[in-house]
């Protein structure tokens, strides 16, 4: 387990990407407005680009709950120990993914 320093640390970057998941995901998403004679074409421009939004709110609301359990394990002390089988996350892999759950093995048994 990483020292209460780097405890410190991951909590400030997982409490930093919490704020700017909640940020995005209270942006409104914009409505197709109304549809006048020979804008099908815009107007098909602009549901692609709704729903494309729309996924990318579902991929950060995702996102926003891993985070969210990412540091509730910090407070339960269980931060760094993957979900699976109890072993250690490798440092590299909490670094570059901080909310990670799983070591690199479960994660490539899972898929």
């Given at each position: 387990?990483?020292?209460?320093?780097?405890?410190?640390?991951?909590?400030?970057?997982?409490?930093?990407?919490?704020?700017?998941?909640?940020?995005?995901?209270?942006?409104?998403?914009?409505?197709?407005?109304?549809?006048?004679?020979?804008?099908?074409?815009?107007?098909?421009?602009?549901?692609?680009?709704?729903?494309?939004?729309?996924?990318?709110?579902?991929?950060?609301?995702?996102?926003?709950r891993q985070v969210d359990e990412a540091l509730?394990?910090?407070?339960?002390?269980?931060?760094?120990?993957?979900?699976?089988?109890?072993?250690?996350?490798?440092?590299?892999?909490?670094?570059?993914?901080?909310?990670?759950?799983?070591?690199?093995?479960?994660?490539?048994?899972?898929?």
């Amino acid at each position: 387990m990483a020292d209460s320093r780097d405890l410190a640390a991951v909590l400030t970057v997982l409490q930093e990407e919490a704020r700017r998941l909640r940020f995005e995901l209270g942006e409104p998403i914009e409505g197709p407005g109304q549809m006048t004679y020979g804008s099908q074409a815009a107007a098909a421009t602009h549901v692609f680009e709704q729903q494309r939004d729309l996924a990318m709110r579902d991929r950060e609301r995702a996102q926003l709950r891993q985070v969210d359990e990412a540091l509730e394990r910090l407070d339960a002390g269980t931060y760094g120990a993957c979900r699976s089988c109890g072993g250690p996350i490798a440092p590299e892999r909490l670094e570059a993914i901080p909310w990670v759950a799983t070591c690199i093995d479960c994660a490539r048994a899972a898929r």
